[in-house]
């Protein structure tokens, strides 16, 4: 077995989150007066109690699907941490993939509950984000490395 480490600090998820609204806010075609949907959509420093229990939601999912290879699970103020074991035979270049999916369900997962509050037409969009993301992370783990075999010995 091998053991992978995928962690992530809880900042890193609410500043994509907040970069991600703003910018959707901005940049949604057709939505009347930009200014007042910005206002509507992006986050700000009194919504970070909400994110942080849609953070919460996001890792509780994680875990659960994932639950088949958590060895441990660590949920803090600050990061969450996930624990997880593999075939001797994963392939580690897939693990900063890994993290990467990871770090990105957690942002689609807080999109998507965001979104149904702020703007409900997007929000089946990033629901679906981040079904992919988490199902991207569940197969990467089944990932392993092709079989070689080993050369023959012309002893005689």
Same mark, same amino acid.
């Given at each position: 077995?091998?053991? #992978?480490?995928?962690?992530?600090?809880?900042?890193? #998820?609410?500043? =994509?989150?907040?970069?991600?609204?703003?910018?959707?806010?901005?940049?949604? $075609?057709?939505?009347?007066?930009?200014?007042?949907?910005?206002?509507? +959509?992006?986050?700000?420093?009194?919504?970070?109690?909400? *994110? %942080?229990?849609? #953070?919460?939601?996001?890792? &509780?999912? &994680?875990?659960?699907?994932? =639950?088949?290879? +958590?060895?441990?699970? +660590?949920?803090?103020?600050? =990061?969450?941490?996930?624990?997880? !074991?593999?075939?001797?035979?994963?392939?580690? %270049?897939?693990? $900063?993939?890994?993290?990467?999916?990871?770090?990105?369900?957690? +942002?689609?997962?807080?999109? &998507?509950?965001?979104?149904?509050?702020?703007?409900?037409? =997007?929000? !089946?969009?990033? !629901?679906?984000?981040? !079904? *992919?993301?988490?199902?991207?992370?569940?197969?990467?783990?089944?990932?392993?490395?092709? $079989?070689?075999?080993? $050369? #023959? %010995?012309?002893?005689?």
């Amino acid at each position: 077995m091998k053991t #992978i480490m995928l962690e992530v600090a809880r900042s890193d #998820i609410e500043e =994509k989150v907040a970069q991600t609204t703003a910018y959707l806010g901005l940049k949604s $075609p057709g939505e009347g007066e930009r200014g007042e949907l910005l206002d509507r +959509v992006a986050t700000v420093d009194g919504d970070a109690a909400m *994110l %942080s229990g849609f #953070i919460a939601e996001g890792y &509780a999912t &994680a875990v659960e699907r994932l =639950k088949g290879f +958590v060895a441990d699970a +660590v949920f803090s103020e600050d =990061k969450m941490r996930l624990m997880l !074991e593999v075939s001797g035979a994963y392939d580690d %270049s897939v693990t $900063p993939t890994l993290t990467t999916g990871f770090r990105s369900f957690l +942002v689609a997962t807080v999109m &998507a509950r965001w979104l149904r509050l702020s703007f409900p037409d =997007k929000a !089946e969009e990033w !629901e679906k984000e981040a !079904e *992919l993301r988490l199902s991207s992370v569940e197969r990467n783990l089944y990932h392993r490395r092709r $079989p070689t075999r080993r $050369p #023959i %010995s012309n002893k005689q």
